[in-house]
């Protein structure tokens, strides 16, 4: 590699269009900013990765770029290959372990494990944002797990909601970002599978292991797919007000 060359993978321009276009329209990255990617190794947050990496080099505003991994001591789940994929691209990068699966064994009351583990990764990124002085973080859930999530909130929790594509938390001094809410899961899949990113494919290891409510709104909405292309722009249409409601998840 010749000197000054990018280590990162090129995104095509329909992707860095989706990606640049959430940035500028939710107001998600501004000058001096620094972003810590939530890198949990599967495709979404890898492809995010280098998007994030392109538009460093190439945006009208200077910030930087950092990725954190939260390890949650599972045995069917292993990111430490991670470590020396992310030292090739000579980016800060912070490797937290902590037993969540255990803990959410002992702890849990009334919740599901994917909402447990979120959430306890969610405080590990905070922390590890403050100690290191990053005040963005930058999550990598795109379109589909919007919808899903707005199916969700709809059918049982008779509430319109979704997730946000950019909040700031309640003690006021982070905020989070998804850069892919216009981006459909396909487009990742694709995105990783040709530059061959190195895929952590259960990167989500509870929800392999017993049934969510998610994973039958995923069925629900590719079966509804079949019949409507326009699926997806709908439902984006519908949830944008949503989306931009600067309260937390």
């Known amino acids: 590699m010749t000197s000054g060359a990018p280590v990162y993978a090129m995104p095509d321009k329909k992707l860095l269009h989706q990606v640049g276009r959430a940035i500028a329209d939710f107001g998600m990255i501004r000058e001096g900013d620094r972003v810590m990617l939530g890198l949990s190794g599967g495709k979404d947050s890898l492809s995010l990765l280098h998007i994030l990496l392109h538009l460093r080099s190439v945006a009208p505003v200077n910030f930087d770029v950092a990725a954190m991994t939260v390890d949650p001591m599972s045995d069917s789940f292993d990111p430490s290959p991670l470590k020396d994929y992310i030292a090739c691209l000579n980016i800060p990068y912070f490797y937290e372990s902590q037993p969540i699966m255990d803990q959410g064994k002992k702890h849990m009351d009334g919740d599901s494990y994917c909402s447990w583990c979120a959430r306890m990764k969610r405080g590990i990124m905070y922390s590890t944002a ?4 990053y005040n963005v973080i930058a999550l990598a859930q795109h379109l589909d797990d919007l919808a899903e999530s707005f ?4 059918f049982h929790g008779g509430q319109l909601r979704t997730m946000k594509a950019h909040y700031t938390i309640s003690k006021g001094d982070l905020r989070v970002i ?3 809410v216009y981006t459909r899961e396909q487009q990742t899949g694709e995105f990783a599978q040709k530059n061959a990113l190195p895929v952590i494919v ?3 290891p509870a929800c392999f292991s017993m049934p969510t409510q998610r994973q039958h709104m995923k069925e629900l909405l590719k079966e509804e797919e079949k ?5 997806y722009g709908s439902i984006l249409t519908s949830i944008k007000p949503l989306m931009s409601i600067n309260t937390a998840d």
């Open 130 to 133: 403050r100690r290191e002085g």
């Open 151 to 154: 199916l969700m909130s709809a």
């Open 178 to 180: 998804r850069p892919l």
């Open 202 to 204: 259960e990167n989500c």
């Open 227 to 231: 019949h409507n292309s326009g699926l």
